[in-house]
T-cell receptor, first 115, second 114 residues
Framework: DVKVTQSSRYLVKRTGEKVFLECVQDMDHENMFWYRQDPGLGLRLIYFSYDVKMKEKGDIPEGYSVSREKKERFSLILESASTNQTSMYLC????FGTGDNQPQHFGDGTRLSIL | AQTVTQSQPEMSVQEAETVTLSCTYDTSESDYYLFWYKQPPSRQMILVIRQEAYKQQNATENRFSVNFQKAAKSFSLKISDSQLGDAAMYFCAYRSGRDDKIIFGKGTRLHILP
């Protein structure tokens, strides 16, 4: 089974701090994704990556950056955390599958609170 | 741009009954894939069922089946013999045949009444 591991289930940080959310997958997937999930808004894509050192903006990249130095690891960075970034963050991975019905596999999520 | 709409924010069904969750999508593409994901209270999102747009036959996975109406751009999920463990948030999702991004609907929270 694919395993996507997010480093923290719960995280509390202060406004202005630099925050790192880490995600690791163990199935050699090319694609990795970061979403935030808010009540009534569903999942919104922040950033995704098709390969090492590659990144593309999703629908809501403002206030975030990402890093993918190794294939198995995809980090989400909040450069200067703000209270409106309090949310559930979900990491996902998938095989590169253009032309195929590849689903995404998700981590357990990180509940981030910015005080 | 593609969109996915789930018009039912919450639904309830009696245990052992059948329930249908609706999903519509908007796209100009002919090649795409559709998914239903389940997110139980433990939060990990898991795949329930998938459908390729080029297949006319509706996908089925045990008690879960879909009604895929391509012309109407509708992709509903039917859960038969509902069980308490089916209580979760359900997300409908669309994936283009051109890239690997998946677009999610806003979700339907399903309650199972004992």
């Amino acid at each position: 089974d694919v395993k996507v591991t997010q480093s923290s289930r719960y995280l509390v940080k202060r406004t202005g701090e630099k925050v790192f959310l880490e995600c690791v997958q163990d199935m050699d997937h090319e694609n990795m994704f970061w979403y935030r999930q808010d009540p009534g808004l569903g999942l919104r894509l922040i950033y995704f990556s098709y390969d090492v050192k590659m990144k593309e903006k999703g629908d809501i990249p403002e206030g975030y950056s990402v890093s993918r130095e190794k294939k198995e690891r995809f980090s989400l960075i909040l450069e200067s955390a703000s209270t409106n970034q309090t949310s559930m963050y979900l990491c996902a991975s998938s095989l590169f599958g253009t032309g195929d019905n590849q689903p995404q596999h998700f981590g357990d999520g990180t509940r981030l609170s910015i005080l | 741009a593609q969109t996915v709409t789930q018009s039912q924010p919450e639904m309830s069904v009696q245990e052992a009954e059948t329930v249908t969750l609706s999903c519509t999508y908007d796209t100009s593409e002919s090649d795409y894939y559709l998914f239903w994901y389940k997110q139980p209270p433990s939060r990990q999102m898991i795949l329930v069922i998938r459908q390729e747009a080029y297949k006319q036959q509706n996908a089925t996975e045990n008690r879960f089946s879909v009604n895929f109406q391509k012309a109407a751009k509708s992709f509903s999920l039917k859960i038969s013999d509902s069980q308490l463990g089916d209580a979760a948030m359900y997300f409908c999702a669309y994936r283009s045949g051109r890239d690997d991004k998946i677009i999610f609907g806003k979700g339907t929270r399903l309650h199972i009444l004992p």
